[in-house]
């Protein structure tokens, strides 16, 4: 059974910092390629970065590039968003998840829940100006 399970997220002011966390279990069967993809109210999922299985190489969708890093500690099976100079634009629900393939979705950063095959519930990032 696969399992990711977010964590970390709260309401910060514009400008703060915030660590989420997703633990995952059950990703045995092949190697996962992992992401972290957001929603905010009333608009679609928004992929924001990616790693690789092992944890070494990272992408990110370009109005966060200078300011997230995602990280993946495969000893403890935790994959990281350190989120840096937030600003309210980046209020949503975040999410892990968990894919196979390891690619930048083409067209803009708009995804689709069937894009990935194993999903968390979420953690709310609130953003206040």
């Known amino acids: 059974q696969v399992v990711l399970e977010e964590s970390g997220g709260s309401s910060v002011q514009a400008g703060g910092s915030l660590r989420l966390s997703c633990a995952f279990s059950?990703?045995?069967?092949?190697?996962?390629?992992m992401y972290w993809v957001r929603q905010a109210i009333g608009k679609g999922l928004e992929w924001v970065a990616g790693?690789?299985?092992?944890?070494?190489?990272?992408i990110y969708e370009d109005s966060v590039k200078d300011r997230f890093t995602i990280s993946k500690d495969n000893a403890k099976n935790i994959l990281y968003l350190e989120m840096n100079g937030l600003e309210s634009e980046d209020t949503a629900i975040y999410y892990c998840?968990?894919?196979?393939?390891?690619?930048?979705?083409?067209?803009?950063?708009?995804?689709?829940?069937?894009?990935?095959?194993?999903w968390g519930q979420g953690t709310q990032v609130t953003v206040s100006s």
């Open positions: 998840a968990a894919d196979p393939a390891f690619f930048r979705p083409a067209g803009g950063p708009s995804v689709r829940r069937e894009d990935f095959q194993y």
């Open positions: 790693t690789n299985a092992a944890g070494i190489t990272a």
């Open positions: 059950g990703l045995t069967s092949r190697p996962y390629s």
